[in-house]
């Protein structure tokens, strides 16, 4: 099996259905550009059916990148099928992606259908699609609560009607990693080769993301996923941290995908620009914390050899540079590098332990200590600059 990993990225469908997350079509085409210059191989561009805005962004979407193989969600309803035709015809490379749940808690309280009926109505949808592209994929919505025997019998059904690619999302983020890759385990095996399996994960346990990288050791080979985790609920599983970890860990995560690491920041940030809020400051690759240092002992590490409290560096996922925030917890040492960046000179050890002094307790007072607050310090002090402070010089 090849240990090629594909990325479908939902950011504008999954993504997007998530509070305070919802785009324009211009908002829409900003985030997809960013999603084929880093190198996602699906972009999944909306739900057609759901409102006329989102088929028109579907279609702005396979307008304006023929070269991206473009996905459009559908039930596994004749209407909603019809729909995401409409909306990716004349693309060179569409995806209809049609799901229908399978769990007995769906079954009963939201469908009141059986588990036939509902495997006939798998079948038919995956059918209709293929009359219209030759790529489908079909999703068992709340596959992780399904029966495991029911549920390999509709993946194979799906599969055998013509379906590519047989996604089992755990819609509600119930799994666990070890539970994760037996299920996904026993459903490669029951498909035997008849169509690539796909992982869908969501964060509602925090574990989203490693449940989706032990499902490629059973042998699912695409993850679906989204910029900054967003998505329903507490979120999907989060491109850029499936990226980095295949990145830094192939020892242990000996698989790749196509993903350019390194625009993996700028995406992000152009993903905040679009929608109401950013990832929070401690989100692991693109928060604002991932690659500051506050520490004074971290930050003496750091400052003599990065790797000591980083497995990364920021330019490998796009980020400018690291940061050392001067705060109460901040040593001698970083305190210094800033001095001498800003300008001041190498100080003694009487004229830094003097500055020292000052700097803690002014920090005590503050969240955090910006240059100005350093300058000022330093100036009622009686220090003068003795040269061009490093950030005028950049």
Request: aromatic letters at 6%; hydrophobic letters at 40%.
């Amino acid at each position: 099996m090849t240990d090629q990993v594909h990325i479908f990225d939902t950011t504008l469908r999954d993504g997007e259905q998530s509070p305070g997350c919802s785009m324009t079509t211009p908002e829409k085409l900003r985030v997809a550009r960013a999603l084929v210059e880093m190198g996602a191989d699906i972009i999944e561009a909306g739900f057609p059916i759901a409102s006329e805005g989102d088929f028109q962004a579907v279609r702005a979407v396979c307008r304006e990148f023929p070269s991206a193989r473009v996905a459009a969600l559908a039930r596994a309803v004749p209407i909603d099928i019809d729909r995401a035709a409409a909306s990716l015809d004349g693309h060179p490379a569409p995806r209809i992606h049609c799901f229908i749940a399978t769990s007995e808690i769906h079954l009963r309280y939201k469908f009141n259908k059986g588990q036939d009926q509902i495997l006939d109505e798998a079948v038919a949808a995956v059918e209709q699609a293929r009359r219209f592209v030759d790529d489908v994929e079909f999703s068992a919505e709340d596959a992780t609560r399904t029966d495991m025997d029911y549920l390999c019998r509709v993946c194979v059904a799906a599969a055998d009607a013509g379906a590519s690619v047989v996604n089992i999302p755990d819609t509600v983020g119930f799994m666990t990693p070890d539970d994760y890759a037996e299920r996904i385990g026993q459903v490669v095996g029951a498909l035997d080769g008849r169509a690539e399996v796909s992982v869908h994960t969501h964060d509602d346990l925090g574990l989203a993301v490693a449940n989706a990288i032990a499902s490629l050791s059973a042998g699912a080979r695409q993850i679906e996923c989204a910029l900054n985790g967003i998505g329903e609920r507490a979120g999907n599983c989060s491109l850029e941290e499936v990226v980095a970890i295949m990145m830094v860990r192939p020892d242990r995560v000996p698989f790749h995908c196509g993903i350019d690491a390194e625009k993996l920041y700028g995406a992000s940030r152009i993903l905040t620009e679009c929608i109401t809020f950013g990832p929070q400051p401690n989100k692991a690759i693109v928060g604002r914390n991932a690659f500051a240092h506050e520490a004074g002992i971290h930050q003496d590490g750091y400052l003599k050899h990065h790797t000591t409290y980083e497995i990364m560096t920021p330019q490998s996922v796009g980020v400018p540079s690291s940061q050392l925030v001067l705060g109460k917890h901040s040593g001698r040492h970083a305190l210094h590098q800033r001095v001498e960046d800003l300008g001041y000179g190498s100080l003694d050890r009487r004229e830094i332990r003097t500055v020292y002094r000052a700097f803690t307790a002014l920090a005590d007072t503050r969240k955090g200590l910006t240059d100005q607050d350093i300058v000022r310090l330093l100036e009622d002090l009686g220090f003068r600059t003795v040269g061009t402070p490093v950030a005028a010089q950049a």
